[in-house]
């Protein structure tokens, strides 16, 4: 999973049958207790001892301050809809937007499905 739309390109299904459309799920996770990583860890099959996600942080993160808060069964839920800004702490990731791994299908739940087109 990804925290920005703008990674979107490699994350996505295309549908064939049109030129352009593109399909991506949103989906609320709960990552629990989260690692960071800042470079490419191939060995990260399953969650370190200790943790229950993986974050992989990225230099730029959509910009907090214009963050929505939504309430979904019952719970108050962020989400970030800002344009990515460059993020000092992470300033040497090798990650551009952060993504997150999660390792238990129960962590991860399917909230939508958007159909979208590229311009």
């Not at 370190?48 to 719970?75: C, I």
């Not at 702490?89 to 159909?115: C, D, I, M, P, T």
Request: proline share 5%; aromatic share 12%.
């Amino acid at each position: 999973m990804t925290s920005t739309f703008f990674s979107v390109n490699s994350h996505c299904g295309v549908y064939e049958g049109e030129k352009n459309v593109g399909f991506m799920f949103l989906v609320e996770v709960a990552l629990g207790k989260e690692k960071s990583i800042l470079q490419y860890d191939s060995s990260l099959t399953k969650a370190p001892t200790g943790f229950d996600s993986v974050v992989a942080r990225g230099s730029n993160e959509p910009d907090p301050k214009k963050d929505k808060k939504h309430v979904l069964d019952g719970k108050d839920v962020v989400v970030p809809v800002g344009k990515p800004v460059p993020q000092k702490q992470w300033s040497k990731s090798g990650f551009n937007q952060s993504e997150y791994l999660v390792y238990k299908e129960s962590q991860a739940r399917l909230r939508y499905l958007l159909k979208f087109s590229f311009n």
